[in-house]
């Protein structure tokens, strides 16, 4: 089971160079990808709740930059609050830029207040997602888009599509369209079960089923987060992405865990 990590992306004034020494820091580590969660402009502050401070795209280029090896994702961009062209540039460019590294996590989105502040209707935020979704499918295969026009540049191998959420939507979704599937505040149980669902609705397609967690560093609490992540792997998780709680000790919080559940 491959162990990954969210990067902290809450605080307003987190120095972006760190970006970098941490992804360095966990591909040095043995961690398989890091992540960047997304948001435009949320109803509250950044923090705890809401995280992306830092648009998650030009934010991985810059680690593709400074890295070598390791998986770059987004967990999971907001896909209906985007225009879907410009996207599809964005994506292409940044897969051919780091050598086929991205997956591209994508989800509705959640909160109307936020649609509503961008202008964008909550309403139909599914179906959007599903439209971008085949549109990026077509232009990244074709390499032209509904009407003729031409697509560049296309990606030298295909873009792994994670879909993020646990409603039996965002199953199908994933069933349908992706190639993992991540969950969300789930226990390892609940975790357990949702994946089974997924593997009905997915049939004979092979969608990877993954899983987040937190552990703030609390050395108490160090046994239990370990468990759980154990758990995961026995419910059938294919990787594991972990969250280390605010910034500050990050790096040090990453080397125990990485340490302490292999």
């Given at each position: 089971m491959d162990l990954q990590v969210v990067l902290p992306d809450e605080a307003p004034d987190l120095d972006?160079?760190?970006?970098?020494?941490?992804?360095?820091?966990?591909?040095?580590?043995?961690?398989?990808?890091?992540?960047?969660?997304?948001?435009?402009?949320?109803?509250?502050?950044?923090?705890?709740?809401?995280?992306g401070v830092y648009e998650p795209l030009v934010t991985l280029a810059y680690i593709a930059a400074a890295t070598e090896r390791i998986g770059l994702g987004t967990s999971v961009l907001i896909l209906p609050l985007r225009e879907p062209y410009v996207l599809a540039k964005q994506v292409a460019t940044l897969s051919r830029l780091s050598g086929g590294r991205l997956v591209l996590g994508v989800g509705v989105g959640w909160n109307a207040e936020e649609f509503a502040e961008v202008g964008v209707d909550f309403s139909g935020r599914g179906r959007r997602t599903d439209e971008t979704l085949e549109l990026l499918e077509r232009l990244f295969t074709t390499g032209r888009g509904p009407s003729g026009g031409h697509f560049e540049p296309r990606p030298a191998a295909h873009v792994p599509i994670l879909v993020g959420g646990n409603s039996t939507v965002a199953l199908r979704r994933a069933a349908r369209a992706g190639d993992a599937w991540l969950s969300a505040g789930l226990d390892p149980t609940a975790f357990a079960e949702r994946a089974r669902t997924l593997a009905v609705l997915a049939e004979d397609r092979p969608v990877k089923p993954m899983a987040r967690m937190e552990w703030s560093g609390d050395r108490a609490d160090l046994d239990r987060a370990v468990a759980d992540y154990h758990a995961y792997e026995a419910a059938g998780a294919a990787a594991v992405a972990v969250h280390f709680g605010p910034d500050g000790g990050y790096e040090e919080r990453m080397r125990v865990f990485a340490e302490a559940v292999r």
């Open positions: 972006p160079g760190q970006f970098a020494g941490l992804a360095r820091s966990a591909e040095e580590l043995g961690y398989e990808s890091v992540w960047l969660p997304d948001h435009v402009l949320p109803p509250g502050p950044f923090g705890e709740v809401y995280g």
